[in-house]
C-alpha cells in the first residue's frame, strides 16, 4: 500500500474512530456501576450490571417515551394530512397568487423557533393550554408545515398531468383523481418525508421544554434534561437513559435506511 | 394495491392519537373527585437524605387521620424548581403546597402574587414559633412557612487527610487555611472540593464569605438600592480573597467539571481533605466520612464581619399558591409539620434540625449535628437571599465560575457585579420598588 | 429540462382548463393555510406587539433600542456570529470524506455507517453525552492519557476560553454526517467518463477533485452552507441548554439562550421579545446573503 492509501485509510479511520468512540462510551457506561466508571471513565464494562436501565425505567422514563411517541405520531400525522392537501392545491390549478404563496409558505422554512416562543407561550397561558399537548401539535405542525409543502408540492409537479387527464375523462371527480391517482404514486416521498419530519419532533427540546412543564406530561427529550440533573451522582444510570432515547431512532434507521438517506437528500436536490 | 392503505393507516393513527389524547388527559394537576386533593411541589431530599422517605411516610399519616384529603408530593429537580412553578403560576394551575427557600426566594413569588399568605391561614401565633420567620415576612403578613433550618454552610473536613499533610488540627484563621492548602498541595492533596459547574455554589460562597467584611445585613441592601455599590471595598473584599483562595490552590482543579453534589461525593471518598455541605446533610457526610474522624467548623474568617465565624440562619420553607383551591387544608398540612411527633420524626429521618422552638433538641445525638445546633442559633445573615435572584444568577453564579478559571480578578468581578446590578435597577424598576418597600419595614 | 407541468400547462390552456379561478385550490390549502397563519402570523404579530410594550404601556421602539445596547445581547449574538465561523471547516471536512468514501477504498461501507451515526442521535443525547465525555476527568482526558497525550486533557467545558469552540466541536461533530451523506450521494450521481479521461492524462488525485468533483458539487456544498448556517446561527439552543446553560460565565450564552432566560428565569417577556424580533431581522438579512451566495454558485456552477 503505498502513502497516499495509507493517508486516505487513516483519514477515513480516524474520523470513524471520532463517531464512534462517544456512543461506544455511553453504551459502555450504561452497563457499569458509578465507582467503576468513576475509577476509569474508558473501560470496558468487565461485570456488566443493568442497574442503570432498571434505574431509568423505574423513574418517569416510560411516562416521557409515551408522551413523545403520542406528540410524534399526532402530529405527523396531521402535518402529512394538511402538507399533502396543501400541495395538491397548489399543484394542480394555476391561479394568480400561487406562485407568491408558495414562496411565502417556503420562506417560512427558515424562521427559527425561539423566536415564535415568547408569544405562543404567553397566548398559550391566556387560553390555559400549557402543559396539553393540543398547543404542542398546533406549534409542531405549523413548524413542519413549510418543509412538507415545499417537498410535496415539488414531487406532485413532477407527476405527468396526462395521467389527471385520462382520469378526468373516465369520469373522476377532483378528489378522485388526488385519492386515486396522486396519493398512491407518492408513497415515496410521504414515507421520506414522514421519517424526516419524525425525526424532527422527537429532537425536539425547546418548545417541549417551554410548553410542556409538569412531570406527566414532559418529552423525552426535555425528560433527558431533568434527568441528566437528578442523577448526576449516578452517571451510568444517565448513560442508560441516553442509550434507552437513542434506541427508536437507531431501530427506525436500521429498518428503514433507504428512507432515510433519500429523504434527507430529498429537499436538498430539490432545493438546487 | 398501495392505494387504500395509506389513507387508511392514517385514518386510523389519527384515531389512536384521539383516543390516547383523550385518555392521558393533558392537563396537569389532578381533577378533585370526592374528596380533596392536594398537590405538593417540593424540593429537599437532593440536601437532606431520607427527607423523601419521611414525606411519604407523613403523607400516609395525614391521610388516615383526614380520609377526605389525599397528597399527592411530585420532587422537583434543583433546575426545575423555580420555572415549573413559573410557569404554573401564570397558568393559574398547579400546585397547591409550593416548597421555597427563604427570604427572596418565597418573597419573589409573594409580590409577583403567586403565593397565599400563609399567616392569613395559620395564625401569627402559631407562625411566632417558625424559626427565621422573619425573612418571608413583608406588609405584616408572612408569607411562607418555615420548614427546617439550613445552617449555611458549614465546612467538613476530614481527620485522616490532614493528618497526611501533617496538619493536627483545622485552620482556625484565614492565614492557617491558607497554610494548610499549602501543605495539603505538597502531598498533592486537594484542599477543599467544590462544584461550580451548575453554579449554586457561587450563591453559598457569596454568603459565606462575603458577609465577614460587611458590618450589617444593610450594607447589602443599600447596595442593592444603590446607596452603595457592589464594587466598595466592604461589598468587593470577599471576591478578592476568594481569588486568593484559588491562587493558593486550595479548590480542586476541576472545580469548573463539577457540579456542586458530586464534588462533595470526592470529599466523600477521600479524595479531599474538606468540603462545605448544607448543613441539613452533616448526618449524611459524617457517615460517609467516617463517624469521629469528621470535624465541623465555620469557614475561617478574614475579616471581623457580621457573618465572621458564623453561620448563615435561614430555613427552607413551604408556602401556598394563591391559585389554590384548598388553601386552608394546604396550609393544616403544612402545621402537620409542626406538631411534636413530626418534629422529632423529622430529625430522626434526615438528622436535619426542623424550624421550629417546640423541636427537642435533645434526640439530636450526632455531636457534630449537636455542635451545628449551637451554631445555629447564633447565626448571621445569609446573603443570598437578601438579594435580586437575577444579580444572584449573573453575577455570583458566573463571575465564581470565571475566577476558579482564573479568568477574572477579584476586583474585575466586583466591579461586574455593581454593573450588573445597575442593569437590574435600568431594567426592572418595579422589582426595586419593592426590595426598597421590604428593606424599611 | 422542460418540466411536465410546463408542456401540459399549455395544453391545458388550449384545452379550456380550469385556471384563474381560486376557490377550488385554496379549498384544498386553507387548512394548512390555517395552521401556519396560527403559528406564524399570530405568533408574529404578537411578537411585535410585546416588543413595543413594556408592563403594559406601549413604548414605541424604547425596548429594541435597550435590547441592542444590552452588553449580555451583544456578547451572545457575537457567540452565534463566532459559531458560523465554523461552517468552512464542516463542509470541508464532509467534502474530504466524502470524497474519500466516493473512492470505494475497501470497507468504505462500513465507514459511511459509522460516520452516519452521529447525525442519528438526537441532540440533547448528543448534549448530555458530551457534557460527560468531555468533563476534566471524563472520557476524552482518559483518551488523551492514554495515548501519551496528557498535555492536551483540558477542561473543555469548564474554561470559558475553551467551552465556546468545544462546543463548535460537538456541533461539528454531530453535523458532519449529514454533509458526507449529501456529497457522497451527488459524487455518485456523476458520470464517471470525466475521471477516466482525467486518470489516462495521469492527474493526481488533488487535481481529479479539485477540477471535476468540487465543480460539480459547488451547487450542493452551498446548500449545505445555508442548511447548516441555519443550524449554527439559530438552532444551536438545544446543544448549549444541555452541555452549558450559557456558562462558564457566559462563555456559551446564545441568542437563543438569552431569550429563554429572559423570557423564563429573569421574568422579561419584554426584553425576551425584543431580543427574538432582533434575532429575526438578523436572521432575515443572513439568508438573503446566503440565498445570494448560493444563486451566485449555482449560476457559475452551471455556466462552469
Known amino acids: 500500500m503505498n502513502a497516499g492509501r495509507l493517508a486516505k485509510h487513516s483519514t477515513l479511520w480516524l474520523a470513524t474512530l471520532a463517531a464512534l468512540i462517544p456512543v461506544y462510551t455511553m453504551v459502555s457506561a450504561s452497563l457499569r456501576t458509578q465507582k467503576a466508571f468513576l475509577d476509569s471513565p474508558l473501560g470496558l464494562p468487565t461485570s456488566p450490571t443493568l442497574h442503570g436501565y432498571r434505574a431509568a425505567l423505574s423513574d418517569s422514563f416510560p411516562r416521557w417515551l409515551a408522551n413523545s411517541m403520542l406528540l410524534t405520531v399526532s402530529s405527523v400525522v396531521v402535518t402529512l394530512v394538511l402538507a399533502t392537501l396543501a400541495a395538491w392545491g397548489l399543484s394542480r390549478w394555476e391561479f394568480r397568487l400561487r406562485d407568491t404563496l408558495l414562496s411565502a409558505i417556503v420562506a417560512l422554512m427558515v424562521v427559527p423557533p425561539v423566536v415564535l416562543v415568547v408569544p405562543l407561550f404567553l397566548l398559550g397561558v391566556e387560553l390555559d393550554l400549557i402543559n396539553t399537548f393540543w398547543l404542542v401539535i398546533a406549534i409542531y405542525v405549523g413548524l413542519m408545515l413549510p418543509f412538507s ?44 418525508l414522514a421519517v424526516v419530519n419524525v425525526l424532527w419532533v422527537w429532537n425536539e427540546l425547546l418548545i417541549a421544554l417551554v410548553f410542556l412543564q409538569s412531570d406527566d406530561s414532559r418529552t423525552l427529550m426535555a425528560g433527558l434534561t431533568a434527568f441528566q440533573n437528578r442523577y448526576n451522582l449516578d452517571i451510568p444510570v444517565v448513560m442508560a437513559g441516553l442509550s434507552l432515547a437513542t434506541l427508536p431512532i437507531v431501530g427506525l434507521y436500521l429498518i428503514g435506511q433507504r428512507w432515510f438517506l433519500r429523504g434527507l437528500v430529498a429537499g436538498s436536490v430539490k432545493g438546487e | 394495491m398501495v392505494r387504500r392503505t395509506p389513507l387508511r393507516i392514517c385514518a386510523a393513527l389519527l384515531a389512536l392519537a384521539a383516543v390516547m389524547l383523550t385518555a392521558f388527559g393533558a392537563t396537569a394537576g389532578a381533577r378533585p373527585q370526592a374528596s380533596t386533593t392536594l398537590v405538593m411541589w417540593w424540593w429537599g431530599d437532593q440536601e437532606a437524605a431520607g427527607l423523601k422517605g419521611f414525606v411519604a411516610a407523613s403523607i400516609k399519616r395525614y391521610e388516615a387521620a383526614h380520609p377526605e384529603i389525599k397528597i399527592k408530593a ?44 400563609l399567616s392569613d391561614y395559620l395564625g401569627k401565633g402559631e407562625m411566632s414559633h417558625y424559626l427565621n420567620a422573619g425573612e418571608e415576612t413583608f406588609d405584616g403578613k408572612v408569607w411562607t412557612a418555615p420548614w427546617y433550618l439550613q445552617p449555611s454552610f458549614p465546612v467538613l473536613y ?208 450526632v455531636p457534630q449535628i449537636k455542635q451545628l445546633f449551637a451554631l445555629a442559633k447564633k447565626g448571621g445573615p445569609y446573603l443570598e437571599n437578601f438579594i435580586p435572584t437575577d444579580l444572584d444568577a449573573k453575577a455570583n453564579f458566573a463571575n465564581a465560575q470565571l475566577i476558579f478559571a482564573g479568568k477574572l480578578t477579584g476586583k474585575q468581578a466586583a466591579d461586574d457585579t455593581e454593573k450588573k446590578m445597575a442593569r437590574i435597577r435600568l431594567l426592572q424598576p418595579k422589582l426595586i420598588a419593592n426590595f426598597k418597600k421590604w428593606y424599611a419595614q | 429540462m422542460v418540466r411536465p407541468v410546463d408542456a401540459t400547462r399549455a395544453a391545458r390552456r388550449r384545452k379550456g382548463a380550469p385556471r384563474g379561478r381560486a376557490l377550488e385550490p385554496l379549498l384544498w390549502i386553507a387548512p394548512a393555510l390555517a395552521a401556519i397563519a396560527f403559528v406564524f402570523g399570530y405568533a408574529l404579530y404578537r411578537l411585535v406587539i410585546e416588543a413595543t410594550h413594556r408592563d403594559g404601556v406601549g413604548v414605541g421602539l424604547d425596548n429594541l433600542r435597550i435590547v441592542w445596547s444590552d452588553p449580555p445581547f451583544r ?96 456541533i461539528i461533530w454531530k453535523e458532519l454526517g449529514f454533509g458526507v451523506i449529501l456529497f457522497l450521494a451527488r459524487l455518485l450521481s456523476l458520470s464517471t467518463d470525466p475521471y477516466d479521461a482525467a486518470r489516462v492524462d495521469g492527474a493526481g488525485w488533488w487535481r481529479l477533485h479539485w477540477h471535476i468533483s468540487l465543480p460539480q458539487l459547488r451547487s450542493i456544498i452551498g446548500f449545505y452552507f445555508v442548511i447548516e448556517g441555519v443550524t449554527l446561527f439559530a438552532w444551536v439552543f438545544n446543544y448549549v441548554y444541555v452541555m452549558t446553560r450559557g456558562g462558564p460565565g457566559d462563555a456559551t450564552q446564545v441568542a437563543e439562550t438569552y431569550i429563554y432566560d429572559n423570557a423564563t428565569t429573569a421574568n422579561l417577556p419584554w426584553l425576551a421579545a425584543s431580543g427574538a424580533v432582533v434575532l429575526l431581522g438578523g436572521f432575515i438579512a443572513l439568508a438573503a446573503v446566503a440565498l445570494l451566495v448560493r444563486l451566485a454558485l449555482t449560476r457559475r456552477g452551471s455556466a462552469a
Open chain 2, 74 to 117: 411530585v420532587l422537583q429537580s434543583t433546575d426545575n424548581l423555580l420555572p415549573n412553578f413559573a410557569a404554573a403560576s401564570k397558568a393559574k394551575k398547579g400546585p397547591d403546597i409550593i416548597y421555597r427557600w427563604g427570604g427572596i426566594w418565597s418573597l419573589q413569588d409573594a409580590w409577583d402574587g403567586n403565593l397565599a399568605p
Open chain 1, 149 to 192: 409543502i415545499y417537498l410535496l408540492t415539488s414531487y406532485f409537479r413532477t407527476l405527468p398531468v396526462s395521467l389527471f387527464e385520462a382520469a378526468i375523462v373516465d369520469g373522476a371527480t377532483s378528489f378522485g383523481v388526488f385519492r386515486r391517482i396522486a396519493l398512491p404514486l407518492s408513497a415515496a416521498p410521504l414515507i421520506t
Open chain 2, 158 to 365: 476530614r481527620k485522616d487527610v490532614l493528618k497526611k499533610a501533617g496538619i493536627a488540627s483545622a485552620p482556625k484563621s484565614w492565614t492557617e487555611l491558607m497554610s494548610a492548602c499549602k501543605a495539603l498541595r505538597a502531598k498533592n492533596i486537594t484542599p477543599m472540593a467544590g462544584g461550580i459547574k451548575d453554579g449554586w455554589f457561587g450563591g453559598w460562597l457569596y454568603s459565606i464569605l462575603g458577609s465577614q467584611s460587611i458590618s450589617s445585613i444593610d450594607d447589602v441592601k443599600k447596595a442593592v438600592t444603590g446607596t452603595q455599590k457592589f464594587s466598595d471595598p466592604n461589598q468587593a473584599a470577599w471576591w478578592t480573597k476568594l481569588q486568593e483562595m484559588v491562587t493558593n490552590r486550595c479548590w480542586n482543579d476541576d472545580i469548573g467539571s463539577k457540579e456542586l453534589y458530586q464534588a462533595q461525593q470526592d470529599w466523600s471518598d477521600g479524595k479531599a481533605a474538606m468540603t462545605i455541605t448544607a448543613g441539613t446533610d452533616v448526618r449524611k457526610f459524617v457517615k460517609a466520612g467516617g463517624g469521629a474522624n469528621v470535624g465541623l467548623m465555620a469557614m475561617p474568617s478574614y475579616g471581623k464581619g457580621i457573618g465572621a465565624g458564623k453561620l448563615g440562619a435561614t430555613s427552607q420553607t413551604l408556602g401556598v399558591s394563591s391559585f389554590s383551591s384548598h388553601k386552608q387544608e394546604a396550609a393544616d398540612f403544612i402545621k402537620y409539620f409542626h406538631t411534636p411527633a413530626q418534629l422529632t420524626g423529622f430529625y430522626k429521618a434526615t438528622g436535619a434540625l426542623p424550624a421550629d422552638d417546640r423541636f427537642n433538641s435533645a434526640v439530636v445525638t
Open chain 3, 75 to 170: 456578547t451572545a449574538i457575537g457567540h452565534n456570529l463566532r459559531l458560523l465561523v465554523t461552517l468552512p471547516v464542516i463542509s470541508g471536512i464532509a467534502l474530504l470524506l466524502a470524497v474519500l468514501l466516493f473512492e470505494g477504498l475497501r470497507g468504505w461501507k462500513l465507514h459511511r455507517v459509522a460516520l452516519f451515526i452521529p447525525y442519528l442521535l438526537p441532540v440533547p443525547v448528543v448534549g448530555v453525552l458530551f457534557g460527560q465525555f468531555l468533563t476534566l476527568h471524563g472520557q476524552l482526558n482518559s483518551l488523551l492519557d492514554a495515548l501519551g497525550l496528557h498535555a492536551l486533557a483540558l477542561d473543555w467545558l469548564g474554561n470559558p476560553d475553551l467551552a465556546l469552540r468545544s462546543l463548535a466541536g460537538v
